[in-house]
């Protein structure tokens, strides 16, 4: 499959850029791990779906993003909240199911949502916010404005007509739309070569008319490159792009567990794309080229341990929702 390389010399970004970009898919890695720990020892018991090996799609899209452009998630949705800016302390605080949560404590794992920063809403429906993303994309284009939609979702998401429907209408009135297939290899547990007839993800864009690209999804910077070309094109009224986003997810379909006793996937696969970690590659492109240095990561770790730190001390010591309070927060008028 072919894989498109990225356009960006060394050093074509600001510094300011390379560390928001790196203590970004730290953060999501680090979120995760404790959350593994938590889920394991039975502290936080809603189903969460990890996407631990797959930050570089997240962040790479979303830094291209402004407030106002609108991502709709999954049920594997850590990462796409915490790239788009989201608040980790309202995230751990939704996982225990808190009043303080970002959905009230009632969405857990599978539904963040916060709109003040451009994320509506997370649903565990396969291919489900597709659409919602084309008619957010539709109604961006009905007021006349610049702002982009992205639909993110993963390859298992293609066998679902939906998919289908929303490309062709996205592509029909050129809508400012961007969807993203993170492609990990996998859908549940069976192979996507198993699922598609077709497993080329990108080529089913020409069936459109519109531009399908495949790319390393564990290069960020190929990813931002690749995001924002497209963000650029959608911002100029030339409708949507296909990005198939080449990843893989290190641990089960859910919960910290690898899947390995199933007998789905091996170990030497796994280990394969383990040394493929996007933030080991981010820092070795660091050290090849002088951006970055031991000390700078040192400083950037330390701060990402104390936030993660500081989001579970606040999420255990807030409270649960008050007794009677099931049906606030249901309508709009009710949520503030």
Request: aromatic content about 8%; glycine content about 8%; proline content about 4%.
């Amino acid at each position: 499959m072919p894989i498109s390389s990225p356009r960006q010399s060394a050093k074509a970004f600001p510094h300011s850029f390379y560390v928001r970009i790196y203590e970004t898919m730290l953060k999501i890695r680090k979120v995760e791990e404790k959350i593994a720990d938590m889920v394991s020892s039975g502290e936080i018991v809603c189903p969460c779906h990890l996407c631990t090996g797959q930050e570089a799609v997240a962040t790479g899209v979303c830094a291209v993003l402004r407030k106002d452009d609108w991502v709709f998630s999954t049920h594997r949705s850590h990462g796409h909240y915490i790239a788009k800016g989201g608040d980790i302390k309202s995230m751990m605080a939704e996982l225990l199911g808190k009043s303080t949560g970002c959905s009230r404590g009632r969405g857990g794992s599978m539904h963040l949502a916060d709109p003040e920063i451009g994320l509506p809403g997370s649903s565990a429906i396969v291919a489900g916010t597709i659409p919602l993303a084309v008619g957010t994309a539709l109604a961006f284009k009905l007021q006349q404005t610049d702002s982009v939609a992205v639909a993110f979702f993963g390859d298992g998401a293609v066998c679902e007509g939906v998919f289908y429907e929303s490309v062709n209408f996205a592509a029909l009135h050129k809508l400012p739309i961007i969807f993203i297939c993170e492609n990990n290899l996998y859908s549940t547990h069976m192979p996507i070569s198993e699922c598609l007839a077709n497993p080329r993800i990108y080529r089913k864009a020409s069936l459109f008319g519109i531009e399908g690209k495949v790319i390393d999804g564990n290069d960020v910077l190929m990813v931002y490159e690749t995001a924002d070309k497209a963000v650029k094109k959608a911002r100029a009224g030339k409708g949507p792009t296909l990005i198939e986003c080449l990843t893989y997810r290190w641990l089960g379909h859910v919960g910290p567990s690898n899947d390995l006793d199933k007998g789905l996937r091996s170990k030497r696969e796994v280990e394969r794309w383990m040394r493929k970690c996007p933030i080991k590659r981010f820092e070795k492109y660091f050290a090849d080229n002088n951006i970055l240095t031991e000390a700078d990561l040192a400083s950037i770790q330390k701060r990402v341990q104390k936030q993660v730190k500081d989001a579970v001390d606040f999420a255990r010591n807030s409270s649960y929702p008050e007794e009677g309070s099931l049906l606030k927060n249901v309508f709009k008028e009710e949520c503030r």
